[in-house]
């Protein structure tokens, strides 16, 4: 159905032809994650660019993150989601325990996104400046399902700590470290991230992430990350480059959705980007040459056209023969 109703539409958009809108198709949701994280703000944006460009009415459903996201999009529930590329691999694979040996291999990427490099922030009065501190403590880390929650608890292991951890929206967690509940919030998201600003304005607070020999160790663990550096200056009080360790994101689609409408989608969201960045800064990494940080999860068919229109090479082993 949702093919036919997009046909009238189709050979306007394999031309490329600016702004064309889709023919009344059946409206569309983006999974996105929770208050207080980048994927909630970047999916909003996202949705209002998608909608204004392609005449598609784009709404956003708030979930706990990637893992619930290809849950969503896997089972035809949601038409579009945002990931991480270490989720993703789980969920590929069937290898994380979320996961519950299931593949997941319906689903196709669009998209880059932007690098999601891992952060800790705590009260300056607590004392806690490094990352070691913080065994035996109480740590939040976002969403359950989202990435943070999925990696920390792994992070700790792999250092041979242990910790008490907390979930919930990434705007709870920033209050109850406020609030004296968590001895420490860490968190992964696209920069600046929303909760860490609000601590950042209103408290007193540490900024830190790991030390060289804990991320190679981080790295021996998790062959996915990739090594990151958050800028001095993200947050007023983060006065120096942090190194860290960081997953990129990707824009997701059921393989069933219509070739003409994946294309129209990458092809919006690529070609408007300063649009995107204006929503938010993590999307000056939403550029066509970042396609190849997927290096395993199969594009879209509708995005490979794009792609090679525009003469973007892409990792062999993310294209379907």
């Keep these: 159905m949702f093919r036919r109703v997009l046909m009238a539409a189709s050979a306007a958009v394999a031309l490329g032809a600016a702004g064309a809108a889709l023919a009344q198709p059946k409206p569309m949701t983006l999974?996105?994650?929770?208050?207080?994280?980048?994927?909630?703000?970047?999916?909003?944006?996202?949705?209002?660019?998608?909608?204004?460009?392609?005449?598609?009415?784009?709404?956003?459903?708030q979930t706990q993150?990637?893992?619930?996201?290809?849950?969503?999009?896997?089972?035809?529930?949601?038409?579009?989601?945002?990931?991480?590329?270490?989720?993703?691999?789980?969920?590929?694979?069937?290898?994380?325990?979320?996961?519950?040996?299931?593949?997941?291999?319906?689903?196709?990427?669009?998209?880059?996104?932007?690098?999601?490099?891992?952060?800790?922030?705590?009260?300056?009065?607590?004392?806690?400046?490094?990352?070691?501190?913080?065994?035996?403590?109480?740590?939040?880390v976002g969403p359950?399902?989202?990435?943070?929650?999925?990696?920390?608890?792994?992070?700790?292991?792999?250092?041979?700590?242990?910790?008490?951890?907390?979930?919930?929206q990434g705007s709870d967690m920033a209050g109850q470290l406020s609030d004296g509940i968590l001895d420490a919030f860490c968190f992964g998201a696209?920069?600046?991230?929303?909760a860490f600003s609000q601590l950042d304005a209103e408290k007193e607070v540490v900024f830190f992430t790991w030390t060289d020999d804990e991320i190679a160790k981080i790295k021996?663990?998790?062959?996915?990350?990739?090594?990151?550096?958050?800028?001095?200056?993200?947050?007023?009080?983060?006065?120096?480059?942090?190194?860290?360790?960081?997953?990129?994101?990707?824009?997701?689609?059921?393989?069933?959705?219509?070739?003409?409408?994946a294309y129209a989608i990458v092809k919006a969201v690529l070609e408007n980007n300063a649009a995107m960045v204006q929503g938010h800064e993590a999307a000056k990494e939403t550029v066509p040459a970042n396609a190849a940080r997927n290096a395993f999860l199969p594009f879209h068919p509708g995005a490979v056209k794009y792609y090679k229109e525009k003469n973007i090479p892409l990792d062999p082993k993310a294209v379907l023969k």
């Design 190 to 194: 696209g920069l600046p991230i929303a």
């Design 65 to 140: 993150g990637p893992n619930q996201n290809i849950l969503l999009v896997d089972d035809k529930k949601v038409e579009l989601g945002m990931t991480t590329m270490g989720v993703a691999l789980q969920a590929w694979t069937g290898k994380g325990d979320w996961t519950k040996g299931k593949k997941f291999e319906n689903i196709r990427a669009l998209f880059p996104m932007y690098d999601t490099p891992f952060q800790c922030v705590a009260l300056k009065k607590s004392g806690v400046t490094a990352f070691k501190q913080l065994d035996g403590k109480t740590v939040g």
């Design 31 to 61: 999974g996105t994650a929770s208050i207080g994280g980048t994927y909630f703000i970047y999916g909003g944006v996202l949705a209002k660019l998608l909608t204004d460009k392609l005449g598609v009415n784009i709404s956003t459903q």
């Design 144 to 168: 359950k399902a989202g990435t943070p929650g999925t990696y920390m608890p792994l992070i700790f292991q792999a250092l041979g700590m242990k910790a008490t951890i907390r979930n919930g």
């Design 220 to 261: 021996t663990a998790m062959p996915e990350w990739s090594d990151s550096v958050i800028p001095k200056g993200t947050y007023k009080q983060q006065t120096a480059d942090e190194k860290t360790v960081g997953v990129y994101n990707f824009a997701i689609a059921h393989k069933d959705l219509p070739d003409d409408v």
